[in-house]
């Protein structure tokens, strides 16, 4: 690297991640930093988020990072900037402190809000007010079940940031709520961008909590004087990025229109969750993408991503998380190798089925869901391994199908982005199960996302479509062409009946 660096800090569920991005020869170039792992907290009943680790783990890549690059003649840190998963947050007090811990949207207590809720509002209120899919992970229910609990937090609160806002604050003092990541909370208007009073009032939530959200690409300040101390990083700007990580993945899908009203091609921003979904200049709050249960949630420059969350490979990573605490780690390419090896389609998980978002085993889980479903209850490693691939692959064939008559538009290519992308078996199955091309990479969207963002915002780049046309340009991708179609026919009518 040389010339302007831009520091992205990538936090995903289940690792974190500092990241140096710039430009090299005229093509995007990143640089892993520093790498940690993360992961939620069980306290008693409740399951939290290690923020402190987190923060510790940010200020050493930074550290790292302000040292490699004072070595590089011509390199400066121009921006820094951090990017989360959505729903989570914060709750700061009058004394500009951190009122209690910060919880993990897998928390056992949220269970229940929903319903809850929809008690006190319905479900088409709520719909129209956010366009947001209903999941009890979202930050409403969330602060119901905050406020049901008396949590010391909650009472004594005097704004409300999201998962990155916390970080941005911890590194610049400033207290920001950044819009893509706002409009996950399910509290937020995706026509006009404002907070809406009418949720906010209906469920008491104190209206000063809820700043107007800034949009992503603003400089918000400069890294506070005792951080700068710790990192090295004096007088760096905090450039806020599109904060919702799959917000910054949706960036950098390698497609050369920006958010066209008539989509061709789609996105799966693949990791522990899968996100499947188009780009579109507006929202489409229609009573058809309520009963579909999609998402409208913000995206870059006024854009919306139409999406649904689709449970990822959560389920693969618990099984092995399952296998470890029984005493076997396969590495994530042998447990690819014998799902390969598998027979097909003999058992089929829904990754979406509720008893799989937070199970104390995932092994023994899903042996209870086949055995509720009727179907044999796996002995063998591999159909494990299989079944939660092919499980996406079918959930993913659905959706698209929805995703086609939402936008009333066919659909030709699939792109996939994220750590997902890499899994080759699971990107055939993709294409496959979906008749459809795939294209695969980058890898490292979300990041590079973050970085191409801070690009706008400190002038280095205008436009998004010169933004991707860049990303084209860096990162090779990989297609893949459907095969075998119709061997998917019967086990998805199959797994309809799940
Ligand atoms: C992906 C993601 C999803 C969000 C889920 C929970 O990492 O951000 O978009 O629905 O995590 O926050």
Same mark, same amino acid.
């Given at each position: 690297l040389d010339g302007p660096v831009h520091l992205a800090v990538d936090l995903g569920a289940s690792s974190g991640r500092v990241i140096a991005g710039g430009l090299r020869d005229g093509k995007i170039h990143l640089t892993e930093i520093w790498r940690f792992e993360n992961q939620p907290v069980r306290m008693q009943q409740d399951l939290l988020w290690n923020h402190l680790g987190l923060w510790q783990n940010i200020t050493h890549g930074l550290r790292l990072a302000a040292d490699r690059i004072a070595?590089? @003649?011509?390199?400066?840190?121009e921006s820094v900037g951090v990017d989360t998963w959505g729903v989570d947050f914060g709750l700061l007090d009058d004394r500009n402190q951190l009122v209690g811990p910060v919880r993990c949207y897998r928390d056992p207590r949220n269970q229940g809000q929903l319903q809850a809720a929809l008690k006190k509002v319905s479900r088409e209120e709520i719909f129209a007010e956010t366009g947001l899919q209903f999941m009890e992970i979202n930050t409403l229910y969330q602060l119901l079940a905050a406020a049901q609990a008396g949590d010391v937090g909650y009472r004594n609160a005097t704004s409300l940031v999201m998962m990155a806002d916390l970080f941005h604050w911890m590194l610049s003092g400033e207290r920001t709520i950044e819009a893509t990541n706002a409009s996950t909370s399910q509290l937020l208007s995706p026509v006009n961008g404002t907070w809406s009073t009418k949720l906010l009032d209906a469920f008491n939530l104190p209206a000063a909590w809820f700043p107007p959200p800034t949009p992503a690409g603003t400089k918000i300040g400069v890294v506070q004087k005792s951080v700068a101390e710790v990192t090295g990083l004096h007088d760096v700007p905090v450039v806020v990025p599109a904060t919702h990580d799959t917000a910054s993945a949706v960036l950098s899908v390698p497609a050369s229109e920006f958010a066209p009203a008539r989509p061709d091609w789609c996105y799966i921003s693949s990791g522990t969750w899968s996100l499947m979904g188009v780009e579109l200049p507006? @929202?489409?709050?229609?009573p058809l993408c309520a009963e579909l249960n999609f998402t409208n949630e913000g995206g870059v420059h006024g854009s919306t991503r139409l999406l649904k969350n689709i449970g990822g490979l959560w389920v693969f990573q618990q099984i092995r998380a399952a296998l470890q605490r029984r005493g076997t780690a396969p590495s994530w390419a042998e447990m690819v190798e014998q799902a390969a090896l598998a027979p097909a389609f003999s058992l089929l998980v829904n990754p979406d089925d509720g008893a799989l978002l937070a199970p104390t085993d995932m092994i023994d889980e899903i042996g209870a869901l086949a055995e509720r479903t009727g179907q044999p209850v796996p002995t063998d490693n591999g159909v494990l391994f299989r079944a939660a691939l092919e499980g996406l692959a079918l959930r993913y064939r659905h959706t698209l199908g929805s995703l086609e008559r939402l936008t009333e538009s066919s659909i030709s290519t699939i792109h996939i982005v994220g750590g997902g992308s890499l899994n080759e078996l699971l990107c055939q199955m993709t294409a496959d199960a979906c008749n459809r091309t795939v294209v695969a990479g980058p890898v490292e969207a979300t990041a590079i996302g973050n970085v191409v963002m801070q690009m706008i915002g400190t002038g280095h780049l205008h436009l998004i479509e010169e933004a991707r046309e860049l990303i084209r340009k860096s990162f090779p991708t990989k297609t893949y062409t459907p095969q075998n179609t119709h061997v998917w026919d019967e086990p998805a009518a199959r797994f309809a009946t799940l």
């Open positions: 070595n590089i @003649p011509g390199a400066n840190i507006e @929202p489409k709050i229609t």
